[in-house]
C-alpha cells in the first residue's frame, strides 16, 4: 500500500456542486498539506496541518475548506466547485523537521465542467 | 521571504549526455534546498535535499545537486541522461526555522530526452 492515499484518482464534478478529496497516510507524520498543480504554475499550498488541532490557510485557500479527522486523515473539500478549481490536487505529509522533505500522494485529477 | 526560480521551463537532451536543470533562490534565512520529480501521471518524488551538511548532495537515479550559497544557486545535475529521466523536475526552497513549515516551489522543468 502506497504511504499517501488519495481518492479518488479522477473526478469529473458539475459547477455548484460540493465535493470533498480524501488523503489517508500511513507514514505517522503529523503535519499534512494540500497543494493544487496547475500547467506551468508549479504547485501552490491550499491548506496545511501541524496536527489534529492546528489548520492553517495556505496562500489559496479561497473556496476551499478542509478536515483533519485523525492524525492519519486530511480531507479537502470544495464547497461549491467552479471551473477554474479544475487542476490536479495533491496531499503531502512531513515530519516535524521539514528539511527531510515531503511525501506526496499520486494525486486527484479534478475537472468541473 | 523566500522565492526559488527555475531558469528553464524546458530542457532537451540525447540521451547519454549531460544534464543540466538550474534553479536559484531566495531567502532570508537558512534554507532548506530540494528537487522532486514527476513523472507523467505520477506524484512528486523526492530526488535529493540539501539541509546544510555537504554543498555536493547526491540523490537518486545519478542526480547530484550543488548548493552556492554566494550565487544563490541549486543545481541539478546528472552526468547521463537515460530515456527514463524525462519528466518534470521541481526545485524546492524551505526556510527551515522561520517559514513554519512551508515550502515554495519553482514553476518546473519539463525535461525531454532523445534518443
Known amino acids: 500500500d502506497a504511504d499517501v492515499t488519495q481518492t479518488p484518482r479522477n473526478r469529473i464534478t458539475k459547477t455548484g456542486k460540493r465535493i470533498m478529496l480524501e488523503c489517508s497516510q500511513t507514514k505517522g507524520h503529523d503535519r499534512m498539506y494540500w497543494y493544487r498543480q496547475d500547467p506551468g504554475l508549479g504547485l501552490r499550498l491550499i491548506y496545511y496541518s501541524f496536527d489534529v488541532k492546528d489548520i492553517n490557510k495556505g496562500e489559496i485557500s479561497d473556496g476551499y475548506s478542509v478536515s483533519r479527522q485523525a492524525q492519519a486523515k486530511f480531507s479537502l473539500s470544495l464547497e461549491s466547485a467552479i471551473p477554474n478549481q479544475t487542476a490536479l490536487y495533491f496531499c503531502a505529509t512531513s515530519e516535524d523537521r521539514l528539511h527531510y522533505g515531503y511525501t506526496f500522494g499520486s494525486g486527484t485529477r479534478l475537472t468541473v465542467v | ?115
Open chain 2, 1 to 115: 521571504a523566500q522565492s526559488v526560480t527555475q531558469l528553464d521551463s524546458h530542457v532537451s537532451v540525447s540521451e547519454g549526455t549531460p544534464v543540466l536543470l538550474r534553479c536559484n533562490y531566495s531567502s532570508s534565512y537558512s534554507p532548506s534546498l530540494f528537487w522532486y520529480v514527476q513523472h507523467p501521471n505520477k506524484g512528486l518524488q523526492l530526488l535529493l535535499k540539501y539541509t546544510s551538511a555537504a554543498t555536493l548532495v547526491k540523490g537518486i537515479n545519478g542526480f547530484e545537486a550543488e548548493f552556492k550559497k554566494s550565487e544563490t544557486s541549486f543545481h541539478l545535475t546528472k552526468p547521463s541522461a537515460h530515456m527514463s529521466d524525462a519528466a518534470e523536475y521541481f526545485c524546492v526552497v524551505s526556510d527551515r526555522w522561520t517559514n513554519a513549515g512551508k515550502s515554495t516551489f519553482g514553476d518546473g522543468t519539463t525535461l525531454t530526452v532523445k534518443p
